[in-house]
């Protein structure tokens, strides 16, 4: 799952002097889509791999909290920045929240599909959208994307019941339950990051989330009983190959190609992601693994990903003097 830790930074004014630089750095920006719609797609590949034969919360928790070890102090030589007590308990918040999603979705996938993971995930921008709506000085959203919202969760209902409905198995329930609590967590955590205090450097931010995240994913492993359970003779080369995809691809090269096309691509563009990496994460898993792609997930995929381009693509509602009244989380 990509982390969303900092706000969009403003895309360059088209008729001003960067047009010529943006023109030049095209081919980069259409390695770095690539990179994420490919990258991130097969992370939900990496973690059913990784599952085998490691544990989930230990998987994720390995995952990000070497993530930060490597960034941590690279970035602290880089950037010149130490971060304050505020953007530390912002990282713990946020982290915590983010890659406990992350490792719920490693349990999850240890009974679901990647690709079917991958979609039940791509609700996050749904829950986003609610969850911005009721917290305090929340927007209301536009008709179209209560629409696309109505749409989305009957794709949900669709994936998990009733069972053998034309001819095709449902998903686990169980595993879509804990895959509906991970979205809403990270989406939770995002909004939070956004409205939080963090450093000016997002990777710096990712480094922090991963370190206090990782620790945390950790200590849940451990009272969850995965600690105990760990043989690291039992963990299987295809496993380890997959911590690393993960660590290496996953979470430094996508993540830098999330951060450059956010810099050099429009808003609408980068949000194509969000349905993209569910296709490429179907597709990876019934080439790899064999996983069944059956109609009842076909005609899920097109609900779902139907949603989330309405929600995406919806034009934003300004807040009334009655919303701006309320009281907003200080912007970083």
């Given at each position: 799952?990509?982390?969303?830790?900092?706000q969009?930074?403003?895309?360059a004014?088209?008729?001003?002097?960067?047009?010529?630089?943006?023109?030049?750095?095209?081919?980069?920006?259409?390695?770095?889509?690539?990179?994420?719609?490919?990258?991130?797609?097969?992370?939900?590949?990496?973690?059913?791999?990784?599952?085998?034969?490691?544990?989930?919360?230990?998987?994720?928790?390995?995952?990000?909290?070497?993530?930060?070890l490597?960034?941590y102090?690279?970035?602290?030589?880089?950037t010149?920045?130490?971060?304050?007590?505020?953007?530390?308990?912002?990282?713990?918040?946020?982290?915590?929240?983010l890659?406990?999603?992350?490792?719920?979705?490693?349990?999850?996938?240890?009974?679901?599909?990647?690709?079917?993971?991958?979609?039940?995930?791509?609700?996050?921008?749904?829950?986003?959208?609610?969850?911005d709506?009721?917290?305090?000085?929340?927007?209301?959203?536009?008709?179209?994307?209560?629409?696309?919202?109505?749409?989305?969760?009957?794709?949900?209902?669709?994936?998990?019941?009733?069972?053998?409905l034309?001819?095709?198995?449902?998903?686990?329930?169980w595993?879509?339950?804990?895959l509906?609590?991970?979205?809403?967590?990270w989406?939770?955590?995002?909004l939070?990051?956004?409205?939080?205090?963090l450093p000016?450097?997002a990777?710096?931010?990712?480094?922090m989330?991963?370190?206090?995240?990782?620790?945390?994913?950790?200590?849940?492993?451990?009272?969850?009983?995965?600690?105990?359970?760990?043989h690291?003779?039992?963990?299987?080369?295809r496993?380890?190959?997959?911590?690393?995809?993960?660590?290496?691809?996953?979470?430094?090269?996508?993540?830098?190609s999330?951060?450059?096309?956010?810099?050099?691509?429009?808003?609408a563009?980068?949000?194509?992601?969000a349905?993209?990496?569910?296709?490429?994460?179907?597709?990876?898993?019934?080439?790899?693994?064999?996983?069944?792609?059956?109609?009842?997930?076909?005609i899920?995929?097109?609900?779902?990903?139907?949603?989330?381009?309405?929600?995406?693509?919806?034009?934003?509602?300004?807040?009334?003097?009655?919303?701006?009244?309320?009281?907003?989380?200080?912007?970083?």
């Amino acid at each position: 799952m990509p982390t969303r830790t900092v706000q969009d930074p403003p895309i360059a004014d088209p008729t001003s002097s960067g047009e010529q630089r943006h023109v030049k750095m095209a081919p980069l920006v259409i390695l770095a889509f690539g990179l994420v719609y490919v990258v991130w797609g097969s992370t939900y590949l990496g973690m059913r791999i990784g599952v085998e034969s490691i544990p989930p919360l230990l998987l994720a928790g390995t995952r990000h909290l070497i993530t930060g070890l490597i960034l941590y102090p690279i970035l602290r030589w880089r950037t010149g920045e130490r971060p304050t007590g505020q953007q530390w308990r912002t990282a713990a918040v946020t982290g915590t929240l983010l890659m406990l999603a992350n490792g719920w979705v490693c349990v999850a996938e240890k009974t679901v599909p990647s690709g079917v993971a991958a979609l039940l995930v791509a609700t996050v921008s749904l829950w986003m959208v609610l969850v911005d709506w009721v917290r305090p000085g929340g927007v209301r959203p536009v008709a179209r994307v209560v629409s696309g919202l109505f749409i989305g969760f009957a794709g949900l209902a669709l994936l998990v019941g009733p069972s053998h409905l034309g001819g095709s198995e449902r998903v686990d329930p169980w595993g879509a339950a804990i895959l509906v609590i991970a979205s809403l967590a990270w989406a939770c955590g995002s909004l939070y990051s956004k409205h939080g205090v963090l450093p000016k450097s997002a990777l710096m931010g990712v480094a922090m989330q991963g370190l206090c995240g990782g620790a945390v994913l950790w200590v849940v492993g451990l009272f969850a009983g995965e600690v105990r359970g760990l043989h690291v003779e039992a963990i299987t080369l295809r496993s380890w190959l997959a911590l690393g995809y993960l660590i290496f691809f996953g979470s430094m090269i996508g993540f830098t190609s999330y951060l450059y096309i956010l810099k050099n691509s429009t808003a609408a563009r980068v949000g194509t992601y969000a349905f993209v990496n569910p296709v490429v994460a179907l597709f990876l898993g019934w080439l790899i693994l064999g996983e069944q792609i059956t109609m009842r997930t076909v005609i899920a995929s097109v609900i779902i990903l139907t949603s989330v381009i309405l929600v995406i693509t919806a034009p934003h509602r300004k807040r009334t003097p009655e919303e701006k009244a309320l009281p907003v989380p200080e912007e970083a």
